[in-house]
């Protein structure tokens, strides 16, 4: 049932969705005052703390940082796991643990290449993605020299992709299986005990599960659990388990670039060697901003107090229209345009009608072999503004629309 895409060249994987919508939407003109929510770009005002700890520190622009991050930093992200994850509590290490990153697509990129070194033998590894997925995951898994093989996550599998399906020959050759929770763009979050069954197949074949959780802090009501306290209470131990995360969605700050990476002391010990090599420093100056980020949740609260009136907002303008779901987590919405022509035509009614930009579902999907792109009928929608934009956005949408 899974693609194996062993004929998956570099070209077809690189497609950024973002270039692919600027080029279908050339030489249209927007039909209002432009609105965009194709970018999952959150608009919050800078927290408090950013400009003081930047002119702080610049005179830190002049050395080169450590590449492991300041110990200040590392405790900041341990301490902030434990607070997130109560059953952490007194068990992050914050030299074996956690790793910063220049965001969490640095590292969702890079760490590829240490779990293909783990492997050296499998002729023909591969690695396991969600279909829709980030874009980052299939370009790493290409260019590691590892097929991508996409899972669907649709409906009927509450939008996750279904792990008892896999095939033992597929698991056995598997060097890694993204997981995002809460996904982008479906915003489905992966409940304990679907986190317990990937991490037990991870251990089982001896894979790294990479759970993406840079969506982690926005949510609505209910905090979603996390892949690294799963993996402890399960076990014990953080083996075979990362975790990514970002204050790019968190804090509002995706310019910042800076993230982590935790969970397996093994694996994280052979990525820093790796990394030291191969991959950019955080700027100090960054990585103590990144410090008070990580220690301050009254900024992070504020965005939340946003996404409850921007989901209530889309509750009272969308319920009932294009299989308007409220998502559980993250701040897109994944709605089903095939009554308007699909995705990509709807993506262009909605510029030229109204000067509202989204993207279109099929260039976060692949196809699966023998059938229609999964995406197609589909536009992704960020709900990343103040709720004023959000409602005017969204009300002409349903006019342009009807
Ligand atoms: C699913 C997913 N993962 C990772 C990232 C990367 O985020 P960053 O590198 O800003 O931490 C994004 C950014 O949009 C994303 O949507």
């Known amino acids: 049932m899974f693609d194996d895409c062993s004929a998956t060249t570099l070209d077809s994987v690189i497609r950024s969705p973002f270039a692919r919508l600027n080029a279908v939407l ?44 300041t110990s200040e930093l590392r405790q900041a992200i341990a301490r902030w796991l434990e607070r997130r994850y109560p059953a952490l509590n007194g068990t992050m290490d914050a030299q074996a643990h956690v790793l910063p990153l220049n965001g969490s697509r640095e590292g969702l990129f890079s760490a590829v290449f240490p779990a293909r070194a783990r492997k050296p033998k499998i002729a023909d590894a591969c690695v396991l993605i969600p279909n829709p997925f980030y874009q980052v995951y299939a370009a790493a898994a290409s260019v590691a020299g590892a097929n991508p093989v996409f899972l669907p996550a649709l409906e ?75 993996a402890l209470a399960e076990t014990g131990s953080f083996a075979n388990v990362l975790s ?47 410090t008070a980020a990580w220690g301050d949740e009254a900024h992070v609260e504020k965005g939340r107090t946003l ?16 299989g308007y779901r409220r998502p559980k987590g993250g701040f897109f919405l994944w709605l089903n345009l095939a009554n308007f022509g699909g995705g990509e035509a709807a993506v ?30 589909f536009i992704r929608l960020a709900l990343v503004h103040d709720t004023d934009t959000t409602r005017e956005g969204l009300g002409r949408i349903v006019a342009a629309l009807g």
């Not at 020959?169 to 915003?187: D, H, I, K, Q, V």
């Not at 204050?247 to 969970?263: D, E, H, V, W, Y």
């Not at 990525?271 to 100056?285: H, I, K, Y």
Request: aromatic share 8%; hydrophobic share 40%.
């Open 348 to 377: 262009k009614t909605l510029w030229k009608g109204c000067g509202v930009k989204v993207l279109p579902g099929a260039y976060l999907t692949k196809p699966q072999a023998g059938q229609a792109n999964p995406g197609q009928d």
């Open 307 to 322: 996404l409850r009136a921007n989901l209530d907002a889309a509750d009272s303008i969308l319920k009932g229209r294009y």
């Open 156 to 230: 009927q599998n509450r939008f996750l992709p279904a792990l008892e399906r896999i095939d033992a020959s597929l698991l056995a050759r598997t060097l890694a299986l993204y997981l995002c929770s809460p996904s982008n763009p479906e915003g489905a979050v992966a409940d304990r005990e679907y986190l317990a069954k990937a991490i037990s197949l991870a251990r089982r074949h001896d894979f790294l599960l990479f759970a993406d959780e840079c969506y982690s802090e926005v949510y609505a009501n209910e905090p979603p659990p996390g892949a690294l306290e799963v």
């Open 244 to 290: 990514f995360q970002s204050l790019s969605k968190r804090s509002g700050l995706p310019g910042l670039r800076s993230g982590f990476i935790a969970g397996d002391p093994d694996f994280l010990s052979a990525f820093a060697r790796f990394r030291n090599v191969a991959c950019p420093q955080v700027p100090l100056p960054i990585q103590h901003v990144s």
């Open 26 to 69: 050339d030489g249209i003109e927007p039909g209002g005052t432009p609105i965009n929510f194709s970018l999952g770009e959150p608009k919050m005002p800078l927290p408090s703390f950013v400009q003081p700890e930047l002119t702080r520190h610049l005179a830190e622009f002049g050395r080169y940082p450590p590449i492991s991050g």
